[in-house]
Protein backbone atom coordinates (compact mmCIF):
# COMPACT_ATOMS: atom_id res chain seq x y z
CA UNK A 1 0.00 0.00 0.00
CA UNK A 2 1.30 3.51 -0.69
CA UNK A 3 1.83 6.20 1.78
CA UNK A 4 -0.43 8.56 0.30
CA UNK A 5 -3.22 5.75 0.74
CA UNK A 6 -2.13 5.11 4.16
CA UNK A 7 -2.48 8.65 5.21
CA UNK A 8 -6.17 8.75 3.30
CA UNK A 9 -7.30 5.83 5.21
CA UNK A 10 -6.03 7.12 8.04
CA UNK A 11 -7.43 10.19 7.97
CA UNK A 12 -10.80 8.52 6.75
CA UNK A 13 -10.71 6.22 10.14
CA UNK A 14 -10.90 9.37 12.00
CA UNK A 15 -13.60 11.18 10.66
CA UNK A 16 -15.29 7.97 10.71
CA UNK A 17 -15.01 8.06 14.24
CA UNK A 18 -15.85 11.54 15.10
CA UNK A 19 -13.14 12.33 16.76
CA UNK A 20 -10.38 15.21 16.45
CA UNK A 21 -6.53 14.77 15.65
CA UNK A 22 -6.24 16.04 19.23
CA UNK A 23 -8.25 13.78 20.79
CA UNK A 24 -6.80 10.90 18.73
CA UNK A 25 -3.43 12.07 20.03
CA UNK A 26 -4.18 12.08 23.39
CA UNK A 27 -5.72 8.69 23.26
CA UNK A 28 -2.40 7.08 21.74
CA UNK A 29 0.21 9.01 23.31
CA UNK A 30 0.77 11.57 20.67
CA UNK A 31 -0.23 15.27 19.75
CA UNK A 32 -2.58 16.39 17.09
CA UNK A 33 -0.19 17.36 14.95
CA UNK A 34 1.58 14.03 14.30
CA UNK A 35 -1.52 12.46 13.96
CA UNK A 36 -2.29 15.36 11.19
CA UNK A 37 1.34 14.65 9.94
CA UNK A 38 0.41 11.15 9.27
CA UNK A 39 -2.78 11.86 7.92
CA UNK A 40 -1.36 14.51 5.38
CA UNK A 41 1.40 11.85 4.37
CA UNK A 42 4.24 13.88 6.47
CA UNK A 43 4.96 10.63 8.08
CA UNK A 44 4.13 7.37 8.79
CA UNK A 45 2.75 5.70 12.53
CA UNK A 46 4.81 2.33 12.83
CA UNK A 47 3.21 -0.75 13.19
CA UNK A 48 3.05 -0.47 16.70
CA UNK A 49 1.08 3.09 16.49
CA UNK A 50 -1.13 1.15 13.64
CA UNK A 51 -2.07 -1.16 15.87
CA UNK A 52 -3.55 1.17 18.83
CA UNK A 53 -4.90 3.80 15.91
CA UNK A 54 -6.58 0.50 14.46
CA UNK A 55 -8.24 -0.04 18.05
CA UNK A 56 -9.20 3.26 18.59
CA UNK A 57 -10.87 3.32 15.25
CA UNK A 58 -12.50 -0.10 16.24
CA UNK A 59 -11.00 -1.67 12.82
CA UNK A 60 -11.66 -5.45 13.00
CA UNK A 61 -9.59 -6.18 9.44
CA UNK A 62 -6.94 -4.52 8.92
CA UNK A 63 -5.76 -6.04 5.70
CA UNK A 64 -9.44 -5.16 3.81
CA UNK A 65 -9.23 -1.64 5.92
CA UNK A 66 -5.93 -0.58 4.62
CA UNK A 67 -6.35 -2.76 0.74
CA UNK A 68 -5.62 -0.16 -2.07
CA UNK A 69 -8.75 -0.18 -3.86
CA UNK A 70 -7.89 -1.42 -7.49
CA UNK A 71 -10.17 0.62 -10.36
CA UNK A 72 -11.86 -3.05 -11.38
CA UNK A 73 -12.85 -3.90 -7.61
CA UNK A 74 -16.23 -2.22 -5.99
CA UNK A 75 -17.23 -1.88 -2.59
CA UNK A 76 -19.29 -3.61 -0.42
CA UNK A 77 -21.62 -2.24 2.39
CA UNK A 78 -22.14 -3.68 5.81
CA UNK A 79 -25.52 -4.74 4.92
CA UNK A 80 -24.02 -7.06 2.05
CA UNK A 81 -21.14 -8.40 3.96
CA UNK A 82 -23.70 -9.46 6.62
CA UNK A 83 -25.56 -10.93 3.40
CA UNK A 84 -22.71 -12.70 2.06
CA UNK A 85 -22.03 -14.06 6.08
CA UNK A 86 -25.44 -15.34 6.54
CA UNK A 87 -25.33 -17.21 3.06
CA UNK A 88 -22.04 -18.98 3.91
CA UNK A 89 -23.40 -19.82 7.08
CA UNK A 90 -26.79 -21.04 5.56
CA UNK A 91 -25.67 -23.88 3.67
CA UNK A 92 -28.69 -25.32 3.46
CA UNK A 93 -30.60 -21.93 1.82
CA UNK A 94 -28.03 -21.67 -0.57
CA UNK A 95 -29.84 -23.06 -3.36
CA UNK A 96 -33.14 -21.91 -2.69
CA UNK A 97 -31.08 -18.06 -2.65
CA UNK A 98 -29.34 -19.03 -5.93
CA UNK A 99 -32.29 -19.70 -7.60
CA UNK A 100 -34.36 -16.87 -6.11
CA UNK A 101 -31.19 -14.39 -7.66
CA UNK A 102 -30.69 -16.61 -10.55
CA UNK A 103 -27.04 -16.89 -10.05
CA UNK A 104 -27.20 -20.79 -9.75
CA UNK A 105 -26.42 -21.43 -13.47
CA UNK A 106 -24.79 -24.82 -13.44
CA UNK A 107 -24.61 -26.60 -16.83
CA UNK A 108 -25.66 -30.14 -15.34
CA UNK A 109 -28.30 -31.99 -17.68
CA UNK A 110 -31.64 -33.03 -15.94
CA UNK A 111 -33.33 -36.51 -17.17
CA UNK A 112 -37.15 -35.98 -18.53
CA UNK A 113 -39.09 -38.42 -20.43
CA UNK A 114 -39.37 -37.78 -24.07
CA UNK A 115 -42.49 -38.87 -24.84
CA UNK A 116 -42.35 -38.67 -28.67
CA UNK A 117 -40.15 -39.88 -31.82
CA UNK A 118 -37.22 -37.61 -32.59
CA UNK A 119 -36.54 -36.35 -36.30
CA UNK A 120 -33.78 -39.04 -36.12
CA UNK A 121 -36.68 -41.80 -35.50
CA UNK A 122 -35.52 -42.43 -31.79
CA UNK A 123 -38.31 -43.87 -30.10
CA UNK A 124 -39.68 -42.15 -26.68
CA UNK A 125 -37.79 -42.64 -23.38
CA UNK A 126 -35.58 -40.76 -21.47
CA UNK A 127 -33.27 -37.92 -22.19
CA UNK A 128 -30.64 -35.55 -20.86
CA UNK A 129 -31.55 -31.83 -21.50
CA UNK A 130 -29.55 -28.86 -19.70
CA UNK A 131 -31.13 -25.85 -17.88
CA UNK A 132 -30.58 -23.42 -21.07
CA UNK A 133 -32.76 -25.68 -22.73
CA UNK A 134 -35.60 -26.11 -20.34
CA UNK A 135 -35.46 -22.22 -19.77
CA UNK A 136 -35.84 -21.83 -23.95
CA UNK A 137 -38.77 -24.30 -23.79
CA UNK A 138 -40.52 -22.28 -20.80
CA UNK A 139 -40.12 -19.29 -22.44
CA UNK A 140 -40.86 -20.58 -26.03
CA UNK A 141 -43.87 -18.74 -27.48
CA UNK A 142 -47.66 -20.65 -27.01
CA UNK A 143 -48.26 -20.97 -31.21
CA UNK A 144 -46.38 -20.28 -34.20
CA UNK A 145 -48.26 -17.42 -34.83
CA UNK A 146 -46.56 -15.86 -31.74
CA UNK A 147 -43.35 -15.60 -33.92
Known amino acids: ????????????????????????????????????????????????M????????????????????????FTVSHHEKEVVTAYRENSDMQPAVDRLLGVNRKKKKITVYKAARSDDGEEDGYIQVSQDQIDRLLNAPETDDDF
Open 50 to 73: LMSLCDVYNVKDILSEFREVEADV
Open 1 to 48: MSREAIAKTLRRLRLQSGLTASEVGALIGKSGKTVNAWENNRGQPDAD
